[in-house]
C-alpha cells in the first residue's frame, strides 16, 4: 500500500479506534487485515521492549528524571528518584499487562472478578520490583547513580484502599491469583482519603486525614474514557412486552457516573500481570454557570461535592442518617459500575446469557458487595430481557462468598425505607427473592413457622431491615 493510499485510508477513520476489552481471536484477524504492511512494520520496529539490566535501567531512569519529572542532576532528591524509579518500573509493567490482557480477551478464557471495599496493597514499588526479579540489577544502577534503594522505597505512601485484615487478604488473593496464572480483575473503590492517620499527641491518639493522593500516583492508570453511568432515587414503572409479560423500568433519579483507574498488579516469576479496577465518582455535570453568575457559588459546584462524596473516604460515619445513604450510596455506586463493566466484557463474546456462569466467576469479599447479587438480577430481568428464573439460575451459579467474622456488628442490615429511597427498583426485587425463598423453605418445613422468621431476608421490626448475610 503507498503512502497516498495510506493517508486516504487514515482519512476515512478506518485505522484507529479505541476498544474496552481488547479483541476476540477472530476479530484481531480482521483488524490486522485492515492495516497496511507499512504500519505494521513501523509499529513492530519501535515496540521493542526494553531490557531488565542495569544499563537499561539507568538509561530510563535518567530519561524519566529529565522527561517526565523535569529535573536534572543537580535538582532530583530521595522522593524524586522514587518517582522515577516507580516510572520505570512501570513501563515493564504495562507491557505485561497489555499481553496479558490481550491473552485473555484473545484466548476466551474464563474470568475471576473479585469484590472488595478494600485492597491494602502495601508499597508497590517493592512489590513489582521483586515479583518481577529486578531487585538486584536495580539496587546496583541506583546505587551507582547516587541513592540507595531502601531510601527510596521508603520514600512510597501506602495507597489508602483498605484498613486490616480484610483488606490485606483482598491484596494477597490478587497477588496469588496473579502469581498462577489466573485471568482475574479485583474491583474496589478509588478513595481520596482513607479512615484516618493516627499520630500520637501528648500520649493521646490524633486522628488527621489520609490525604494520600497529593501526587501523581504512578500505580494507577486513569481511564477517562471508561466512564459508566449510575444512579440514585427515581421510580419504577411497569409495562406489557411484546411477549406479554410484565416488565419494569427504573428511570430517573440522581445520575452519578464512575470513572475507571487501572491498577496492574504483576505475578511473582511469571509474566501474568493482572488488574484492579478502581472507581471514582464524578457528576454527570460538574458546575452550574447559571447559578455561578448569579452569585450562588455553593450551588454552583454543588452537585459536584455530593457526588465525589461517595467515593471521598473509606467507611463513612454511619451513626447518622445522613451516614447510613452515604455508605449505602458508596456500596451500590460500585457494585453497579463493576457489575456493567463485567456484563459489557461478557457481551463482546456474543455468548447467549446461560454461559454467563461458565465465562465469570465473582467472590464476593464479605456482605459490602451484597447488592451485585440483586443488581445482576435487575440487569438480567429488566435490561437483558430473561424470564425472572433463568435470570436467577445465571445469578446463583455466578457469585460465591467469603464471610470473614460472625460477630453481629460485622452482619450488616440496611433499613428498608433507605433503600427504598435511594434503590427502589432493587428494594422491589429483594422482597421477590425473599418471598420465593421463604415459599421453598415453608415447603420443606412445613411445621416449623419459627423458621421463616430466622431466616427471612427481611428483619421484621419497626422499621424493616434488610439483612445482608442471608443473601449470601
Wanted: with cysteine; aromatic share 12%.
Amino acid at each position: 500500500m503507498s503512502e497516498a493510499a495510506d493517508e486516504n485510508y487514515i482519512s476515512k477513520g478506518r485505522y484507529h479506534k479505541r476498544t474496552f476489552t481488547g479483541f476476540r481471536k477472530q476479530d484481531l484477524k480482521k483488524e490486522i487485515a485492515k492495516w497496511s504492511p507499512r504500519t505494521l512494520d513501523l509499529w513492530e520496529k519501535h515496540a521493542v521492549s526494553e531490557n531488565d539490566d542495569k544499563e537499561s535501567f539507568q538509561s530510563s531512569f535518567v530519561r524519566h528524571v529529565t522527561s517526565t519529572l523535569a529535573r536534572s542532576v543537580y535538582n532530583i532528591d530521595n522522593f524524586s528518584a522514587y518517582q522515577a524509579t516507580a516510572h520505570t518500573v512501570r513501563d515493564r509493567l504495562i507491557k505485561r499487562w497489555n499481553d496479558t490482557q490481550q491473552v485473555h480477551a484473545e484466548v476466551g478464557l474464563k474470568r475471576v472478578y473479585y469484590l472488595s471495599l478494600e485492597f491494602l496493597l502495601g508499597r508497590s514499588l517493592d512489590n513489582a520490583l521483586l515479583n518481577l526479579g529486578l531487585k538486584e540489577n536495580y539496587g546496583e544502577g541506583i546505587k551507582d547513580l547516587g541513592f540507595r534503594m531502601e531510601d527510596i522505597l521508603d520514600q512510597e505512601v501506602d495507597a489508602a484502599l483498605g484498613n486490616g485484615g480484610l483488606g490485606r487478604l483482598a491484596a494477597c488473593y490478587m497477588d496469588s491469583l496473579a502469581t498462577l496464572d489466573y485471568p482475574a480483575w479485583g474491583y474496589g473503590l478509588r478513595y481520596t482519603y482513607g479512615i484516618f492517620q493516627q499520630r500520637l499527641n501528648d500520649g493521646f491518639q490524633v486522628e488527621f486525614p489520609d490525604y494520600w493522593l497529593n501526587f501523581d500516583n504512578p500505580w494507577e492508570l486513569p481511564r477517562l474514557d471508561v466512564v459508566i453511568d449510575t444512579h440514585f432515587g427515581g421510580t419504577v414503572s411497569r409495562y406489557t412486552d411484546d411477549k406479554g409479560r410484565v416488565r419494569a423500568i427504573w428511570e430517573g433519579g440522581e445520575p452519578i457516573q464512575a470513572v475507571a483507574y487501572d491498577v496492574p498488579i504483576p505475578g511473582y516469576g511469571t509474566k501474568n500481570c493482572i488488574n484492579i479496577r478502581l472507581w471514582s465518582s464524578k457528576p454527570k455535570r460538574q458546575f452550574d454557570l447559571k447559578h455561578f453568575n448569579e452569585g450562588q457559588y455553593e450551588k454552583a459546584v454543588q452537585a459536584q461535592m455530593e457526588a465525589e462524596n461517595i467515593t471521598a473516604v473509606l467507611y463513612p460515619n454511619d451513626n447518622h442518617m445522613v451516614g447510613k445513604e452515604l455508605r449505602l450510596k458508596q456500596q451500590y455506586f460500585w457494585v453497579a459500575a463493576s457489575l456493567a463493566d463485567i456484563v459489557r466484557r461478557f457481551k463482546k463474546t456474543e455468548r447467549p446469557f446461560v454461559d454467563f456462569p461458565y465465562m465469570v466467576a465473582i467472590q464476593l469479599n464479605d456482605t459490602h458487595p451484597t447488592l451485585a447479587i440483586v443488581e445482576l438480577q435487575r440487569i438480567l430481568v429488566d435490561i437483558e430481557g430473561l424470564d425472572w428464573d433463568d435470570a436467577w439460575e445465571i445469578v446463583t451459579n455466578t457469585f460465591a462468598f467469603t464471610n470473614h467474622t460472625i460477630l453481629p456488628e460485622a452482619m450488616e442490615k440496611w433499613p428498608v425505607p433507605v433503600i427504598s429511597y435511594l434503590l427502589p427498583r432493587h428494594m422491589q426485587i429483594i422482597f421477590d427473592i425473599n418471598l420465593y425463598f421463604l415459599q421453598n423453605v415453608e415447603r420443606k418445613f412445613p411445621d416449623d413457622r419459627d423458621i421463616l422468621a430466622r431466616l427471612s431476608i427481611i428483619e421484621e421490626s419497626t422499621p424493616q431491615f434488610v439483612r445482608y448475610i442471608e443473601f449470601v
